[in-house]
């Protein structure tokens, strides 16, 4: 069974941009969760999404904003991109969301110029 | 907002030592997850825990719901043992919706030769 796949796994931006990062969770998942790494405050919750709906959304910006599909694929958009942006972007899979078992993928590491 | 700390934040230690590394929280949960990250970024999820005791190999990790605290213990440690570990903790309403996992800072471990 292939596992979550996060593309790209690397990009470089610079400010004032926009990204849009791509997650394929686990098939039949239908919860995707999406996550921000940095060395300064570690892992933080973005959002999560199930059946094409926002579920839990974390304390960030609304620069940030995700989208899932009917397929349970999910894009994760982030406009006007700032230097503390750049961090690893990782998204998690489970069946039913929260606190199951969550799969996570590679993640993509963002750099921001 | 649950608050999660692990302790210790670095720990190096020679193979086939004995290794505990602490995690507490602040407010009730539905379940605990201990992660593992290689450098990289990947992230594995080692287990998912409400009560007691599991065991995965050389890996045990127990939970005291009434002491909000939780321990991942590696045996017989080895090199490639070698990763941060990073507790999370998250909360599942009865009415299916769960709040985004909280992350602990993680801790870097170095299993050495």
């Known amino acids: 069974k292939a596992g979550v796949t996060q593309t790209p796994r690397y990009l470089i931006k610079t400010r004032g941009q926009q990204v849009t990062l791509s997650c394929s969770p686990i098939?039949?998942?239908?919860?995707v969760s999406w996550y921000q790494q940095t060395p300064g405050q570690g892992l933080q919750f973005l959002f999560e999404?199930?059946?094409?709906?926002?579920?839990n959304k974390g304390n960030f910006p609304g620069r940030f904003s995700g989208r899932q599909f009917s397929n349970s694929r999910s894009e994760m958009n982030v406009s006007t991109l700032e230097l503390g942006d750049s961090a690893l972007y990782l998204c998690?899979?489970?069946?039913?969301?929260?606190?199951?078992?969550?799969?996570f993928g590679d993640g993509t590491r963002l750099s921001i110029l | 907002k649950n608050e999660v700390e692990q302790s210790p934040q670095n720990l190096t230690a020679q193979e086939g030592e004995f290794i505990t590394i602490n995690c507490s929280y602040s407010?009730?949960?539905?379940?605990l997850h201990w992660l593992q990250q290689h450098p990289g970024g990947g992230i594995v999820s080692l287990f998912m825990?409400?009560?007691g005791k599991k065991k995965h190999g050389r890996l045990i990790a127990t939970i005291n719901i009434q002491e909000k605290h939780s321990s991942l213990h590696i045996t017989a440690s080895h090199p490639r043992d070698s990763a941060v570990y990073i507790c999370?903790?998250?909360?599942?309403?009865?009415?299916?919706?769960?709040?985004?996992?909280?992350f602990g800072k993680g801790t870097h471990l170095i299993i050495q030769p």
């Open positions: 998690a899979s489970s069946l039913a969301g929260g606190a199951p078992p969550q799969h």
């Open positions: 098939s039949g998942h239908r919860s």
């Open positions: 999404y199930f059946s094409e709906t926002q579920r």
């Open positions: 407010v009730g949960i539905s379940a």
């Open positions: 825990l409400s009560s």
């Open positions: 999370a903790v998250g909360y599942v309403y009865s009415g299916g919706g769960a709040d985004g996992l909280t």
